[in-house]
């Protein structure tokens, strides 16, 4: 048993767990949002910062 904590916890396990929910949160988020630039949080961050 301690060697498969081990082993999970290495840090290729880890970096593979990571990107591929990183992967598919991104992959949601352009099924409901399709075009990236009317999505309104990001044109939000670009009003904000054109008006500073």
Do not use: C, H, Q
């Amino acid at each position: 048993m301690r060697d498969i904590k081990t082993y999970l916890s290495t840090a290729p396990v880890l970096t593979t767990l990571w990107f591929g929910s990183l992967a598919g949160l991104l992959i949601e988020i352009n099924r409901l949002f399709p075009d990236a630039l009317s999505f309104p949080f990001f044109s939000f961050l670009l009003n904000s910062f054109i008006d500073m």
